[in-house]
């Protein structure tokens, strides 16, 4: 089966969406409004479903469209990026890498690889989307973006999971607090302290909590939070202790928060590359992808970044 429409029909798609109706749309694009209505119409039957629900106020896009805007800007984006790069023959190098990441991953994996990247392939750009576990799964499998790095533990039969390292799940506390004096803990050592904790929705307190169950701790928690720098910002100001992953930590030359290992068992959370299972990356992801598993495979080294 054929699937025909035209790069245009999708420049009028965003256009209608980002200029909110399909006056301004048709003005922007210098044709008229049935024209763009026609391109719109020709974008949905090739589909088979409505993008834009149209009303005498207002446009607004339907489940289908706000699923297919993410990839549609994503296809523009390459094929802007692919036409400019033609102009420009011999050594020079473009294109558009977009992935997703989880956030603490982020910041620590990714500006030093870029950074070696783009000596060697300066025209290429970056859309780094810093989401959530779960989200950043969802972004991979949509194809919104070539890759992911994110947490073990995906159930998605079409995603594939290459290891980099295993990042274990440490105390934070005030360099006051009474367990900043012991070189190492076990589990049962926190009990009784005030604990700042991340929400269930959160891949790393689904990952903390099953290892707990099957030792039998429990760990009451007394605040709970969206993000792992607020659950920083708390124990910073001695309202309780937290158990993060290490790269979610300040480091050692924090001057308030340390923090200690926790045995019996070590607990860590495993972060990887994630893939759609068969599709093949574009050259210059491809090359971006080697140098980052040929910079970050293997132990996790020692840190001292904030998140």
Request: proline letters at 5%; a neutral charge.
């Amino acid at each position: 089966m054929s699937i025909n429409f035209e790069a245009l029909d999708l420049r009028a798609f965003i256009s209608v969406v980002e200029l909110g109706g399909f006056h301004r749309a048709a003005e922007a694009l210098n044709m008229s409004q049935p024209a763009l209505s026609r391109r719109i119409q020709r974008l949905e039957g090739a589909i088979g479903a409505a993008l834009l629900e149209r009303t005498t106020r207002r446009v607004a896009l339907t489940m289908v469209g706000r699923e297919m805007l993410p990839l549609v800007r994503r296809m523009l984006d390459e094929f802007d990026t692919s036409i400019f790069a033609m102009r420009d023959l011999g050594s020079r190098r473009a294109g558009l890498i977009a992935l997703a990441c989880v956030p603490t991953a982020a910041f620590y994996f990714l500006p030093s690889v870029i950074a070696r990247f783009q000596t060697q392939y300066p025209n290429i750009r970056f859309r780094i989307l810093d989401l959530s576990a779960n989200d950043g799964l969802e972004a991979v499998a949509r194809g919104e973006v070539e890759f992911g790095i994110n947490l073990i533990g995906g159930s998605d039969g079409e995603l594939t999971f290459e290891p980099l390292i295993d990042d274990p799940f440490v105390l934070a506390c005030r360099h006051d607090h009474t367990l900043a004096g012991r070189s190492s803990l076990n589990w049962g050592d926190l009990e009784g302290h005030p604990l700042v904790t991340v929400s269930r929705s959160s891949g790393n307190r689904a990952i903390l909590d099953a290892a707990l169950v099957k030792i039998g701790v429990r760990l009451d928690w007394s605040f709970e939070v969206t993000h792992l720098s607020t659950s920083l910002g708390l124990v910073e100001a001695g309202l309780g202790i937290s158990v993060l992953p290490k790269l979610a930590t300040p480091g050692e030359n924090h001057p308030i928060i340390v923090t200690r290992p926790i045995h019996d068992p070590e607990v860590s959370r495993t972060i990887g590359v994630v893939r759609r299972r068969g599709v093949k990356l574009a050259p210059a992801a491809e090359r971006f992808l080697e140098m980052l598993l040929g910079t970050w495979r293997g132990p996790l080294p020692a840190h001292g970044t904030t998140t």
